[in-house]
């Protein structure tokens, strides 16, 4: 096991994983920019380094800095959380260049698992069933004659894309001679990479995502499925578990065939597989992310497995010390994320408590909302024997939770959780859109 662990993040996520270590006998490093030089994440961990100026692309994804600090500290792996660097196999290859284990599976693997593209020809041949699409296009010609194949409507959206972004629907040949370009410029503003696929669209869907975990040893445990389908621009904004709209039997099946197909791909570590879920019942696979989800801890409350720490385990080479028979997925779990709208200053803060009520955060007496990064201020999670008792305390720790000097969506939350649609779980991805 890992000594000292350095956290290559920020944030309410970096909060968790120090919390891990701590928890864990592991010491704690922490890197963070100018702007975040009074964070909360930088005092708890047991030692932080300055790694740049404000702007994330001067600090954060800074990977020699990061690996600078690794080594000075004596480190022994970098955990990367989620977004920034989490998922770049170069920055992965160069932990283990220096001699830092890497809190993620093998590059190689990563390579073929982070193209959104390449990850569907492995899945065809599974169990599991991919979206009708493409590779990455190499013109505009070719996407033309592809969607004439796959057929109207289809998503353009980028190899290498992530968090929502760089997602366009188009309808005809008109939408896509103008959509692939800005598509294209999109992808490569954001991700460093230009690469795009196509999609055909499934329409009316809901998004589904399972977890799973699995060791060196080839065992895979999944820990059941996230219902993710309350999102604005492809932004999450609500997850629960159990879905209301996967039964028991579809939950079975899906399980099945989402570990033999992690098996399969020779995965080790944290990762998380997505589908969107037809009105017929069937499950199309989308993608894997190779890292810790935004999500993760609805999932631990609902099943008692603290993720990040089996995340770090199995990292260290360790075996899963549980099976898919140990896992339990009574009772409902739901995680409303609480987002910032614009910058601002924390004046006070009350978080909601009882049993079952989380709220991670990285708020803290002073705290301020920056224009540099994520405007995630906290997820706020409840967990109930049942989904009804559940949406109840969610809107009970909702009216609850009162974040004064910045302006939130907490409002539009419990709206949300409140309407005809949510309480009756009948809802789908077109939900915000429409409702």
């Known amino acids: 096991m890992f000594s000292k662990i350095l956290i290559a993040n920020r944030g309410e996520i970096a909060i968790r994983i120090i919390r891990a270590c701590k928890e864990m006998g592991i010491a704690s490093v922490a890197v963070y920019s100018e702007e975040d030089r009074d964070a909360l994440h930088a005092a708890l961990a047991d030692e932080s380094y300055c790694i740049g100026p404000a702007q994330a692309s001067e600090s954060y994804l800074k990977e020699e800095r990061i690996i ?3 080594l000075v500290s004596g480190a022994q792996a970098i955990h990367p959380g989620y977004g920034f660097l989490s998922e770049n196999a170069h920055f992965a290859r160069l932990c283990i260049k220096h001699g830092l284990a890497f809190i993620g599976p093998p590059p190689a693997l990563m390579d073929e698992i982070s193209d959104k593209a390449k990850i569907k020809a492995l899945i065809a041949k599974t169990r599991l069933r991919p979206i009708p699409g493409t590779l990455a296009l190499a013109s505009l010609d070719e996407a033309v004659a592809r969607a004439g194949e796959i057929g109207y409507p289809v998503m353009l959206k980028a190899c290498l894309g992530g968090g929502g972004r760089g997602i366009r629907a188009v309808n005809s040949r008109s939408e896509l001679e103008s959509a692939y370009p800005l598509a294209v410029a999109e992808a490569a503003a954001a991700f460093g990479d230009g690469s795009v696929y196509m999609e055909k669209l499934i329409a009316p869907a809901r998004h589904i995502e399972l977890q799973i975990i699995a060791d060196e040893s080839g065992r895979v445990v999944c820990l059941g499925e996230r219902d993710c389908s309350i999102q604005r621009r492809h932004q999450k904004l609500i997850e ?25 791909l020779g995965y080790v570590g944290v990762g ?8 017929a019942g069937r499950f199309w696979f989308m993608e894997m992310n190779v890292r810790l989800q935004v999500e993760h801890c609805v999932t631990e409350m609902l ?6 720490k ?3 385990r199995t990292a260290a080479g360790i075996p899963l010390r549980f099976s898919q028979e140990d896992i339990s997925f009574g009772g409902a779990s739901i995680e409303c994320r609480i987002n910032a709208r614009r910058p601002g200053k924390l004046l006070s803060l009350h978080v909601p408590g009882g049993p079952f009520v989380r709220f991670d955060t990285w708020l803290a007496p002073g705290s301020r909302v920056s224009p540099y990064y994520d405007s995630l201020l906290g997820k706020l ?10 949406v109840r305390k969610m809107k009970a720790a909702l009216c609850e939770l009162v974040i004064n000097g910045i302006e939130t969506n907490i409002e539009e939350q419990l709206k949300i959780v409140s309407s005809p649609q949510f309480l009756s779980g009948d809802y789908d991805l077109r939900l915000i859109e429409e409702g």
């Open 68 to 70: 600078s600090a690794a």
């Open 240 to 264: 629960e578990t159990p879905s209301p709209g996967v039964t028991e039997a579809q939950r079975r099946e899906l399980i099945s065939a989402a570990a033999e197909a992690v098996k399969a």
């Open 272 to 279: 998380t597989l997505e589908f969107l879920m037809d009105s």
């Open 303 to 308: 099943t008692g497995i603290d993720i990040v």
């Open 310 to 312: 089996w995340q770090i």
């Open 381 to 390: 999670v409840v967990c109930a024997s049942t989904r009804e008792e559940a």
